[in-house]
């Protein structure tokens, strides 16, 4: 049975920055396309990044695009998320979430997702 848990979320200033983790186990990570998702309290999910399996198509929201980096190692089943200039509305629980296959096109179906870390960011 597959599983994801994040982790490296925390609490931080406005313009900090956190890496955060998900660690894959119990399937073939390097056969996904990989996701993170964010969700804040009241707000719907909101898809904010996703790695395809080589690395080779990497996407972001427009939202966080030249302040997160995605990024994988398939050697340790890691999926990474570098968060830099965090803003307030960065707070969130972040969700790592990997695809059915390895086309990233499906930002709603998926095959595991993970329990989330929290981020919080103050102003």
């Known amino acids: 049975q597959g599983q994801l848990v994040e982790s490296g979320g925390g609490s931080v200033q406005a313009g900090g920055s956190l890496r955060l983790s998900c660690v894959a186990s119990?399937?073939?990570?390097?056969?996904?396309?990989m996701h993170w998702f964010r969700q804040a309290p009241g707000k719907e999910r909101e898809w904010i990044a996703s790695?395809?399996?080589?690395?080779?198509?990497?996407n972001y929201d427009n939202s966080v695009k030249g302040r997160f980096t995605i990024s994988r190692d398939n050697a340790k089943t890691t999926l990474y998320l570098q968060m830099n200039t965090l803003k307030p509305e960065d707070t969130a629980m972040y969700h790592c979430a990997a695809a059915l296959g390895v086309f990233c096109a499906n930002k709603f179906d998926f095959a595991y997702w993970g329990q989330g870390t929290q981020v919080t960011v103050s102003s």
């Open positions: 119990g399937f073939t990570f390097s056969s996904r396309c």
């Open positions: 790695v395809s399996p080589a690395s080779g198509s990497i």
